[in-house]
């Protein structure tokens, strides 16, 4: 008896429980169906107010943009491309996090995961739903864009399927789609549990709606177990190729400092790095507001700490790998690229990125470091700006050194750059206070299955048998 | 089911091996197979040295490639507290074992720098300001010293964490484990620069002006999927003569088999990725490495290399049937070491052979050579130790594991 | 005339038992398999581990669905690409072949991940006969607690081996806190 309790706790590091308080499923689906069905309190409708507003400043951003075209951001005559296309990769990339817990840590069987899968899931959406708005609008023609989708034009010409754009089109819009299939299988079990519990007609008509008439059979639940295993083999190499397509936009052309071949793996590896510092500024906020600290403890935060030191120094090794291959390439064009990105006028937003991405995470080899929550808010923020800078510092150092010196130039942003990329976290933001207050941010029936008691085999220690 | 709540406890002698299997012979035979193949070797060898040195180094990285997927499947699992592979990782701990093996191994290498290596002559350097550029880096003195300082450096660490975890067998300290988990952090930091840097080294600079970031990962890659194919193999062979004592369980065997599977995955995504920016951008420097792959009878080799080293696999292990098939898994793993030789002389061999494949004599030569001796060492280790972690903390929750 | 009457009654859906843990569901479906009920089933709030195998069910073919339509994803894309840029409208772009097989990986891989998780998820809805708003199980006040913390087997009256009696004894019978009839 007292072997099989052992066995749920580790021998080195006892492990503790998942899910710290009162230890029943009632307790569960009582304490994350509360910020559904409560009145919310004044602090996500604070919340819902300053995002609907920087919403609105996006709406209007993209309002001039269509009304005046893209000579209102801060573009010259090397640099075609900078906010636009920095913020659309910042974005995918901040999505990615959510499918490596959903997913991968499915996969490897990482139970911890469950307290945190189905709000870093909703992430995913919303970060690819402000990813896909910048291919949408960065030409400021919103007639053009269904050059994207395969229809033929006027002139029965097609989408050019050799050019990366397009492989990138597909990808984040299937990486979308999969990631809200994903995500609306885990709540399927979860709004029936709404519905169950509904008090009104109206909601339970609208959550019944959404729950398909779940009714918890095991017949249902073996498919549905199979469907996730699937989708979770499916969304691994998904969320590996979606960031490699978005490298490939970079890395397929001849210009120094985006052809290199590593640049696959190193923007997995920085989107998954940026997308749990989201995850962590996010649920560090949720978990307070939302008391959901129980659920989400240190453990999670500790873990969480731990694959951003592992990913953060990923990204290290891949720009000492770049600046080594780009000396001993010896070819004077890629050696003078990352010599300019270290010292040339961009030198400040190169020297952001280093601080930021690899040497901040560096404080996660502490254990202290990793449970102290002041710190670790700091850095997820010190690692939000750092993966952002990369973008940036990637696309314009290598654009603003054109290959003829004669049109060297700096690209300086404009207030419509800047409202454009701040209010894309107006759509985020909102998008996320409605999740959290329409939606169960924790997967119920997912932390209920790791509970101790859930296992059929488990013997509580009060009773005997 | 209800085996679920039961400590089971293994004792030593249930997985060791005893003198009169025939496993304890595995050194003997290694040290024929290794006899056969130095003879083999000098019969050739002394007329055609050149094709010597290259036999010689496709069969040092193939095996060393073994070792060093060792080495990272310890580190992995310290570094990921893994519970369900506690059983295995001894086989690991052994097969990294032989790294102190391939320092000696290394030296012949030292002697054949002039045949292996184009920027280590010096009239080339001279007459090449690209090399001559990099000669800082690619000069036989600092290639040595790197190349050595690595193997000390895996090979320490080798040996540290295989000494620590037997010396856990005996005391069962748990304090032992804490502190492999400690050292697997930094040590993976370590390796991962190390493992890039020999990739660079070794392979890479056959052909001096060529260059790839991802080649390092490259080499990673199929030292990882040799590690593990070697694994389903030691531990498929060892159950079979029942020398681990029912430990290992079919599911142990299909946690392996996935790992194969994602690291076969994982190989074509970083070939894929690298073949294609470079076809892609089409610049001479960088497209001269495949073109040398793909204008002669190398094309033959590289189409089989994509086909048998991933479409193939893939399919073979994308069913759960087959991972729980022992015989079938033996096959794919199987298969999969052989993939990953080839893999290995596509790396090399075109520098030597420019006008297309060549099949020397002097290549399965070289491969009895290395191979007999790497398998006197590991032999040496099985025997000398339990097969599997005696006392480690986790042990049962390992032997409990089953899959979902 | 009389027990002709008591066959008119509309008759009932069949049986539901309250369970309160997975040990007391996992013990009653193993009982209830071995009873040799066909038509019957388990509910909980979580899948429950191991209850596949207490139950006898078979392996789920939802696999093979997926797998059909990811290689459906694949052939789609690769065609796709190979007509519009091989055939319909040709075009030299860099200097590259018109059917330029490594530049057509990425949309064939993203078609066929598309098409496979199409098939995990509309096949599970599929095998599953979801959506289906009205059961009559969600008429048991009882069973709203599925989806909260409490384990149900029904057992349907269409089942061969269906006897209201002695059915209602078999649950009770495998620990079941509460059994009551379902009406149809």
């Keep these: 008896m007292a072997q099989a309790v052992a066995l749920d706790l580790d021998p080195i590091e006892a492990r503790p429980q998942l899910i710290a308080g009162e230890q029943s499923f009632n307790a569960i689906t009582e304490a994350v169906a509360l910020p559904v069905e409560w009145k919310p309190p004044l602090g996500w409708w604070i919340a819902l107010a300053l995002s609907s507003s920087l919403l609105g400043l996006f709406g209007i951003s993209i309002a001039y943009l269509f009304w005046e075209g893209t000579g209102i951001w801060g573009l010259n005559n090397p640099i075609f491309w900078a906010f636009d296309i920095t913020n659309f990769v910042f974005w995918v990339g901040i999505g990615h996090a959510g499918t490596l817990i959903s997913a991968i840590l499915f996969l490897f069987r990482q139970k911890w995961r469950t307290s945190i899968n189905r709000a870093a899931e909703a992430m995913t959406i919303f970060a690819v739903m402000c990813a896909l708005s910048f291919p949408g609008i960065h030409v400021g023609r919103p007639w053009l864009p269904y050059y994207m989708f395969p229809i033929p034009n006027q002139m029965g010409m097609w989408p050019q399927f050799r050019s990366p754009l397009i492989w990138d089109f597909f990808a984040v819009s299937i990486y979308g789609t999969v990631s809200l299939l994903f995500w609306y299988v885990g709540l399927i079990p979860d709004l029936a549990t709404i519905r169950d519990r509904a008090k009104t007609r109206v909601r339970q008509l609208a959550y019944g709606f959404f729950a398909l008439g779940w009714r918890g059979s095991n017949r249902h639940w073996q498919n549905y177990e199979r469907a996730y295993l699937i989708l979770a083999g499916l969304a691994t190499p998904l969320v590996l190729s979606v960031h490699s397509v978005v490298s490939f936009d970079f890395a397929t052309a001849q210009l120094p400092g985006w052809h290199t071949t590593i640049f696959p793996p190193y923007f997995v590896a920085g989107a998954i790095f940026s997308g749990f510092a989201m995850v962590m500024t996010l649920m560090l906020i949720c978990r307070v507001v939302f008391g959901l600290r129980h659920i989400i403890q240190p453990l999670h935060l500790d873990r969480m700490a731990k694959i951003m030191l592992l990913t953060g120094t990923i990204v290290g090794y891949a720009y000492g790998t770049e600046f080594f291959i780009a000396w001993y390439g010896q070819n004077d064009y890629e050696l003078f690229a990352f010599v300019n990105r270290a010292t040339g006028p961009y030198a400040w937003a190169y020297w952001t990125m280093v601080g930021c991405n690899v040497l901040s995470p560096q404080v996660f080899w502490f254990k202290k470091a990793r449970t102290c929550i002041p710190l670790l808010f700091v850095i997820s923020i010190f690692i939000n700006i750092g993966m952002w800078f990369e973008r940036f510092v990637i696309i314009t150092t290598s654009l603003h050194r054109d290959f003829l010196p004669s049109s060297w130039d700096y690209f300086r942003p404009t207030f419509w750059d800047l409202s454009t990329f701040v209010g894309s976290f107006g759509l985020f933001l909102t998008m996320f206070c409605l999740f959290v207050r329409f939606l169960p941010m924790v997967a119920m029936a997912e932390v209920k299955a790791i509970l101790p008691i859930a296992n059929p085999h488990h013997h509580a220690p009060a009773k005997t048998h | ?404 | 005339m009389k027990p002709k009457a008591a066959t008119e009654r509309p008759k009932s859906f069949g049986l539901v038992a309250q369970f309160d843990t997975p040990a007391a569901i996992f013990r009653a479906c193993e009982k209830v398999r071995d009873a040799g009920y066909l038509r019957w089933d388990a509910h909980t709030p979580f899948p429950v581990h191991g209850l596949d195998k207490a139950m006898g069910l078979k392996p789920s073919r939802l696999p093979w669905i997926s797998l059909v339509l990811a290689l459906g994803g694949a052939a789609t894309g690769l065609l796709l690409q190979w007509w519009t840029s091989a055939v319909e409208y040709p075009l030299i772009i860099s200097g590259k072949p018109y059917f330029s097989w490594p530049a057509f990986v990425p949309v064939i891989f993203e078609l066929s991940v598309l098409g496979g998780a199409a098939g995990a998820v509309f096949g599970m809805l599929f095998l599953n006969r979801l959506p289906q708003l009205y059961h009559a199980l969600f008429r048991v006040d009882a069973f709203a607690k599925v989806t909260d913390d409490k384990f149900f087997i029904s057992i349907e009256a269409a089942d061969p081996r269906y006897d209201e009696q002695k059915t209602r004894k078999l649950l009770e019978s495998a620990g079941a806190s509460l059994v009551t009839v379902v009406e149809a």
């Design chain 2, 1 to 404: 089911m209800s085996a679920h709540g039961v400590t089971r406890r293994l004792a030593q002698a249930d997985v060791s091996i005893p003198s009169t299997s025939s496993w304890s012979k595995l050194p003997l035979i290694g040290g024929g197979l290794a006899a056969a193949g130095a003879a083999g070797s000098a019969a050739f060898g002394l007329a055609d040295h050149g094709q010597l040195f290259f036999s010689y180094l496709v069969a040092f990285l193939f095996f060393v490639s073994i070792a060093i997927g060792g080495l990272f499947f310890v580190l992995v699992n310290h570094l990921s507290r893994a519970g369900w592979g506690v059983v295995v990782r001894r086989l690991a701990e052994n097969l990294m074992g032989t790294l102190p093996l391939f320092l000696l191994l290394f030296v012949p290498i030292a002697f054949g720098l002039h045949d292996l290596y184009h920027w280590a002559h010096h009239e080339a350097v001279a007459g090449d300001p690209v090399l001559a550029g990099k000669a800082v880096y690619l000069n036989p003195t600092f290639f040595l010293i790197r190349g050595f300082a690595f193997l000390v450096l895996w090979s320490a660490a080798g040996l540290w964490f295989l000494r620590t975890s037997v010396a856990q067998d005996s005391s069962g300290e748990p304090c032992l484990t804490r502190r492999m988990q400690m050292a697997s952090a930094p040590m993976t930091l370590l390796f991962a620069v190390t493992v890039t840097l020999a990739a660079f080294d070794w392979i890479m600079s056959l052909e001096p002006h060529w260059f790839s970031t991802v080649f390092g990962v490259y080499f990673f890659s199929g030292c990882v999927v040799a590690v593990y194919a070697t694994m389903i193999l030691l531990v498929l062979a060892l159950d079979r003569s029942r020398l681990l004592g029912n430990a290992v369980s079919i599911e142990h065997v299909h946690d392996l088999g996935k790992m194969l599977f994602a690291f076969v995955a994982f190989w074509a995504y970083i070939a894929f990725s690298q073949f294609m920016l470079i076809w892609y951008a089409n610049l001479p420097e960088e497209t001269i490495w495949y073109s040398q792959r793909w204008d002669n009878s190398w094309r033959g080799i590289s189409i089989f290399l994509a086909v048998g080293h991933f479409i193939v696999p893939f399919f073979f292990l994308l069913s759960r049937a087959i991972k729980r098939n022992r015989t079938l898994l033996a096959c794919g793993a199987a298969w999969m070491l052989f993939i990953h030789l080839v893999d290995v002389h596509w790396l090399v061999m075109p520098t030597h052979h420019r006008e297309g494949f060549h099949f020397s004599l002097m290549d399965p030569a070289a491969i009895l050579f290395v191979g007999g001796l790497f398998l006197v060492v590991l032999g040496l280790g099985l025997k000398k130790q339990a097969l599997v972690p005696l006392k480690d903390p986790r042990l049962s929750e390992s032997l409990a594991f089953e899959n979902f």
